[in-house]
């Protein structure tokens, strides 16, 4: 190989092993792990964990900081976040035997809500998406570019609490999206994406579940987004994916 190419193989070698990939796919909840709770959830002895989070962390995948006795562990960053998310919709999917209602009720509820990394994912925040495009608060004129806020958007977001106004004249920001793995379809992300998680976690509109990716929508939420935006009833509802 020449010098100066970038070695993609290397990266792709990082995420060819299920437990390194599960420990990415588990931090895309935003927080911070310990090397003892990531070996329990891929099911693997720390030792084994310590010795693939320290090829992450060597990659650049993943960044840790010790405090104390304890390491913790989080993914390098938003792009970090954003590449593992993209790689998961382009993934198979490994068939899983539904093994209790609780677990098929949780499969469905990640699927219409959930945090990924600083932002809204699941069937949820394509509906957000879409409904600002159906409303003229997106506009998607050059798609290959993505969208970019309309004046109306931008003073939508302002009226939300979401920018703070005044806002320079003519500003017409690039709005990042993400292909959500279990729509495969495009929903907010960046600056954007992040800022309205944000304000809808602090309006009360949803609710995270603990520690884990999933996102509940409020009662206020529902109501406040089927009258601001229109979503409609089957998407502010986890559905049944049989």
């Known amino acids: 190989m020449p010098d ?21 796919l588990a931090l895309l909840d935003g927080h911070e792990w310990t090397v003892s709770e990531l070996a329990g959830y891929a099911g693997v002895s720390i030792q084994t964990a310590t010795e693939h989070l320290n090829m992450l962390v060597g990659g650049g995948l993943l960044a ?3 405090r104390g006795r304890h390491r913790y562990l989080r993914l390098a960053g938003a792009d970090t976040a954003e590449l593992i ?25 990640l699927a219409h809500a959930r945090i990924c990394y600083d932002h809204l994912a ?30 109306q ?18 500003w017409h920001p690039h709005v990042r999206t993400c292909l959500d793995w279990t729509e495969q379809r495009l ?3 960046g600056a954007l994406g992040a800022a309205f998680y944000r304000h809808m976690l602090a309006a009360g509109w949803m609710t995270r579940n603990g520690v884990s990716r999933l996102i509940t929508l409020t009662p206020t939420g529902h109501t406040a987004l089927h009258r601001q935006l ?9 559905a049944d994916r049989r």
């Open 4 to 24: 100066g190419n970038p070695d993609v193989a290397a990266l792709a070698g990082l995420l060819a092993n299920r437990s390194r990939a599960a420990f990415c």
């Open 64 to 66: 840790e900081e010790r």
């Open 85 to 109: 998310e993209n790689l998961a919709a382009r993934a198979p999917q490994r068939p899983a035997p539904v093994r209790s209602l609780s677990d098929a009720n949780r499969r469905r509820s």
């Open 122 to 151: 699941g069937t949820l925040a394509v509906a957000i998406t879409d409904a600002m495009t159906e409303h003229g608060l997106l506009a998607w004129e050059a798609q290959e570019h993505g969208p970019r806020l309309s004046e």
């Open 153 to 170: 958007g931008i003073a939508w977001l302002v009226e939300q609490g979401i920018a703070r106004d005044p806002l320079p004249a003519g």
């Open 187 to 189: 929903h907010l992300a």
């Open 230 to 238: 229109g979503i409609p009833e089957e998407a502010l509802t986890p």
